[in-house]
């Protein structure tokens, strides 16, 4: 039994229990898709679409390019569905029933809550769903209502979109894919199989569950990155990780420099090398818990999406390069479509980083211009302490 690991090869379980290291494929489809988002768990969604939406980039990260539109197909399909997982995730629709206890819960906080809107607006969400039992699965879009407009800032929901959303968190509608990146909502009955409608988890079971699909995913980890994935409290998450040890399927260990308890999952891979390139997603599992990333890399990492402008130390959206089991750069990153490149914005360097590290950091950059479809490939940025010898090693190519 493995007592002590050393921070590095904590590193390289941790990335191999994301998928990294492994051989790939020529030409990756729906299989290696949802295999990988079985060993994921989920894929993180988000709207901001200045390089490319955030539930694209960790397939690229470890499958390298492929086609969008077959991964649309996966996600928007049937046997994928959303929910408030990690924030706004997809997930495998078998895992939709452990989240039932969290849709209670939104349930419990509306109704104890007289002044939420969920609370205030019944006859809203009644209208809502008799349009969804009679039309079938609509977007809020479609809805023609006099309350179907923002208020507020340009970020800011309508009345019925503000509606279908409080429904979806407390299981009255689910996701019925997208449409042009819009959630479809629909009642459950309309599009979860019977297997799903009618399977009943109990709290403490569903949480030990979701421990178990987090710490598959991490490899290893402590009882906070054990909690986090799938935002739990660790005061619930505990229990499941005491119940996991019981069980055999966790591993108590002592990560040297790590100063917390730490659990290795009995599958994980223990590489003694591994190689990998990567650009990471600011929502990618590798980096998402900011402390595990500074334990494991050493990388301080925080998005200025929306820091204001002036005040961005490294930039607007500006991703971690993994390179093998370091992150030795960080790049800030535009995919300009109308003029057809790849812009490096900025492109700093990491205490770590090795003169090796450069060429693969320009090839990694080409590769995402091609899987972008920017045939102008790769324009770099005065900007950061990486620009000048990234912007040499390109031309060089």
């Not at 002592?254 to 929502?283: E, Q």
């Not at 700093?348 to 899987?371: C, H, K, N, S, T």
Request: net charge neutral.
């Amino acid at each position: 039994m493995v007592e002590t690991i050393s921070p590095a090869l904590a590193r390289r379980v941790a990335l191999a229990a994301q998928g990294f290291g492994a051989p790939r494929v020529a030409q990756p489809g729906t299989r290696q898709f949802g295999l990988l988002l079985r060993r994921l768990g989920l894929l993180q969604i988000d709207s901001v679409n200045v390089y490319e939406r955030s539930h694209y980039q960790p397939v690229f990260a470890r499958l390298g390019g492929y086609d969008k539109a077959l991964l649309d197909k996966l996600t928007y399909g049937r046997g994928v569905t959303e929910y408030w997982a990690h924030e706004a995730s997809f997930l495998p629709i078998e895992t939709l029933p452990l989240m039932e206890w969290r849709k209670a819960d939104y349930r419990d906080y509306y109704a104890s809550h007289p002044e939420s809107w969920g609370a205030s607006n019944p006859e809203t969400m009644a209208w809502l769903l008799a349009e969804l039992e009679a039309k079938g699965p609509l977007r809020a879009s479609d809805i023609e209502h006099e309350s179907n407009k923002r208020q507020g800032p340009w970020w800011g929901w309508s009345d019925v979109k503000r509606g279908l959303e409080t429904m979806f968190r407390q299981g009255d509608v689910v996701s019925a894919g997208r449409i042009r990146f819009e959630r479809a909502y629909a009642l459950p009955e309309q599009v979860l199989p019977p297997a799903v409608l009618n399977t009943t988890v109990p709290r403490t079971e569903a949480v030990r569950e979701l421990v178990s699909i987090s710490a598959r995913a991490h490899g290893i980890g402590t009882a906070k990155d054990l909690a986090d994935y799938f935002r739990l409290k660790q005061v619930d998450a505990q229990p499941a990780i005491d119940s996991l040890v019981e069980s055999g399927e966790l591993l108590p260990v002592t990560v040297d420099g790590w100063n917390r308890k730490a659990w290795l999952h009995r599958d994980a891979r223990l590489p003694r090398r591994l190689s990998a390139a990567a650009l990471l997603s600011p929502f990618d599992p590798v980096v998402w818990e900011r402390d595990r990333a500074l334990r494991l890399f050493d990388f301080h990492y925080r998005i200025e999406i929306y820091t204001p402008q002036p005040k961005r130390v490294f930039g607007y959206y500006v991703l971690p390069v993994l390179i093998d089991d370091r992150i030795p750069a960080r790049v800030d990153l535009k995919s300009d479509r109308q003029a057809g490149v790849l812009r490096v914005q900025a492109a700093w360097a990491e205490p770590g980083l090795l003169p090796d590290d450069v060429p693969r950091i320009a090839q990694l950059l080409r590769d995402a211009a091609r899987w972008q479809g920017l045939p102008g490939d790769v324009e770099v940025m005065a900007r950061g302490t990486l620009a000048d010898a990234l912007r040499a090693e390109l031309a060089a190519i």
